[in-house]
Structure formats: C-alpha cells, structure tokens
C-alpha cells in the first residue's frame, strides 16, 4: 500500500539507500559541527575517501582530537576553524577564516544543529536555535557561494530534519511572545525556515554551476539535545537512544548527496536519507512564505536581498 505523499516519510525510513563508487578525493569539503554525532561521522567517512577536511566547531579541546583522528585516517591534514553559531559575528568571522584559506571550496555541509526545551535569546535577542540551526547556516552559505561558484559543480548540502513537520517558520514572533515556546516547535520553526531558502537559493544559484540541496540524516544516535537537563537526557539517552541507529548511515547518505554522479546537476530536493521526498506542504516549493522567509533571514544575517 503506497502512503500519500505527507505520510511517504515513514516508509522512507526503511527504504533502501543509494550508494556511489565515485570518490571524494581531493575534494575540499567544509563541514559544521565536526565534533559529534552526525558531523564526526562524515569527517571521518570524507576523510578515508581521501577528502580535504575544513572542520568548523565550537570546543578546540575536542576539535583538535578530532583533527589529529581524520589525519590519521587520510595522511591529509584537515584545517579547524572555531566558531559559537550562536552568534552571527562569529560565523561571519568563521566565514572570513574559511575564504582566507581555501583558494577553493567543492562542498559544503552545514551540519551543526541543537534542541532546546527552554527558549535561549542570543545576544541580540534572536531564539538560539534559529540562529544555529539556520540563521548561522543561511550566513555562512550565502558568504561562501563566490568561492564556491568558482569550483566546478560545487554542492551544499543542508542538514535537515524531518523535524520540520512539527511547525511552519514563526517568521513574525522570532523571540516566541506570542507563541508558546517548545523544543519541537523551535526545531520545527528553524528548520522550515532553512528549507525554505534552500528552495529561493536554488532558484538563484540557476546557471552557477552550483547545487543546494537538503536532508533528513536518519535517526541516529548522537548529542543532540543532551544539554537539556537531567530528565530529557536521560529520557534521551536511555529510552530513544537504544532504537537509534548508528550516524554511518547518515555519513553513507551524505557521501552520496556529495559525490553521486548523476547528482552534479540535481538541486532544490529534499531526501530522507538518499530517498527524495516531499516535504510537510508549509516547508515546500508551494509555500507562500518563501519570500518572507528570504527577506527576513537577510535582514537578520545582515545581508542584503540580492545574492551576488
Ligand atoms: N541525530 C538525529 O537523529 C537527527 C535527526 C534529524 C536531524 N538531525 C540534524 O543533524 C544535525 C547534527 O545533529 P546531531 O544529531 O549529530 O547532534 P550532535 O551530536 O549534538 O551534533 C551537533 C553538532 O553541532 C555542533 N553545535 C551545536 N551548537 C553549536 C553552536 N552553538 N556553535 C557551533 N556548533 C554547534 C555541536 O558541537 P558540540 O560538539 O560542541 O556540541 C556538534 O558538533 C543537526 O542539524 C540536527 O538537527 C539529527
């Protein structure tokens, strides 16, 4: 029996996944949120592809050992940029750091992601998880896309979640007055907004040589949410984490989003896993905040509409 469209996600999970022979290597691929579950997983996985590694992370202590693992897995030193994507300045800093460095950039992953069951402003007042899990992506693509449009046929990949279901983007109450705050709504809220620029970045990156495309990793085991207090931890950790699966997968899925192929000219889709798929109707091509969402998402990063 064949689920409607809204509903494919659950099989989707169970799907089989697409697999390349093409390598990655030589590739400089620039990865957020290297320190942990999914992130670690495919800095390692890029780097015994033979990959070039640009780790962004906020901990040096735990960067630097993860830094020293991928040189050991590829003999090819991975360069480490620190940033808290908490705040814009330092992804704009990160940004700069990464430019000054890479003469050339082939894929981008923005990976890193939280899950807070308390609202946390930032210090200007924005909810921390719309500036981590988009606001901090958002600025970091749009400040890489001239380095990247000078590779051929770079792609940016953007760490979604099927998350987004659970909210469309609260674009008019960013600081939740209005809106009574949750975990999963602000993860929802954070992540449509993401797929919907993704939809407004693809139609610009048109003619660049550029993809952008985003994904659900899987459910897998990893930190997320773990600073969330003693009884959502160990909820976390002892009653989902145990059907969780291993984050290879996602580091498998992202492998071949990256270097398929057949994927060199594909952009604008959502996968689960390496399955594409449709997302919830408010996060979707058809949703009539895509513009909104451009707008506002400029104005917070700081940067005008037009991308250049
Ligand atoms: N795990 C799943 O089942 C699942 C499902 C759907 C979507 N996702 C998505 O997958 C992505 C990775 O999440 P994960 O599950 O691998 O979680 P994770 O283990 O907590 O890893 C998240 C990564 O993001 C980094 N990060 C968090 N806050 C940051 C900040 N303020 N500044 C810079 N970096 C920051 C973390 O750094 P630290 O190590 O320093 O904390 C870590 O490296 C997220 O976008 C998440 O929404 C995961």
Not at 85 to 113: K, M, Q, Y
Not at 144 to 173: C, T, W
Not at 203 to 211: A, C, N, V
Request: hydrophobic share 40%.
């Amino acid at each position: 029996m064949k689920l409607p469209d809204q509903l494919q996600f659950i099989a989707n999970a169970y799907a089989k996944q697409k697999r390349t022979g093409a390598s990655l290597a030589g590739k400089v691929c620039v990865i957020t949120g290297t320190t942990s579950g999914v992130g670690y997983a495919v800095a390692k996985y890029f780097s015994k592809d033979m990959a070039k590694i640009v780790m962004v992370c906020r901990d040096k202590e735990r960067g630097e050992k993860v830094k020293s693992e991928l040189y050991g897995l590829s003999g090819i030193e991975p360069d480490m940029i620190l940033a808290d994507f908490r705040s814009l300045e330092e992804v704009r800093r990160a940004a700069g750091e990464i430019l000054a460095i890479c003469p050339r950039i082939d894929i981008l992953i923005n990976n890193a992601g939280v899950f807070s069951t308390r609202l946390i402003l930032n210090e200007v007042g924005v909810d921390t998880v719309l500036a981590v899990n988009h606001l901090a992506s958002f600025l970091m693509t749009r400040l890489l896309i001239p380095r990247m449009a000078e590779s051929a046929h770079a792609r940016i990949l953007q760490v979604n979640s099927e998350g987004h279901r659970f909210s469309k983007f609260i674009y008019d109450d960013i600081q939740w007055k209005h809106h009574r705050y949750s975990g999963y709504r602000s993860c929802g809220s954070s992540k449509t907004a993401q797929l919907l620029t993704v939809w407004k970045l693809d139609q610009l990156l048109s003619g660049t040589g550029i993809t952008i495309n985003a994904m659900h990793p899987g459910a897998v085991k990893s930190n997320i949410g773990h600073s969330n207090g003693l009884l959502y931890t160990f909820f976390s950790r002892v009653i989902i984490t145990p059907f969780l699966k291993d984050p290879t997968i996602s580091a498998q899925a992202l492998h071949y989003l990256a270097a398929a192929p057949e994927l060199e000219t594909v952009s604008g889709y959502y996968y689960n896993l390496t399955t594409e798929e449709q997302p919830a109707q408010h996060a979707s091509l058809g949703s009539s905040l895509i513009e909104e969402a451009w707008k506002i998402s400029s104005r917070l990063v700081g940067l005008p509409e037009d991308q250049d």
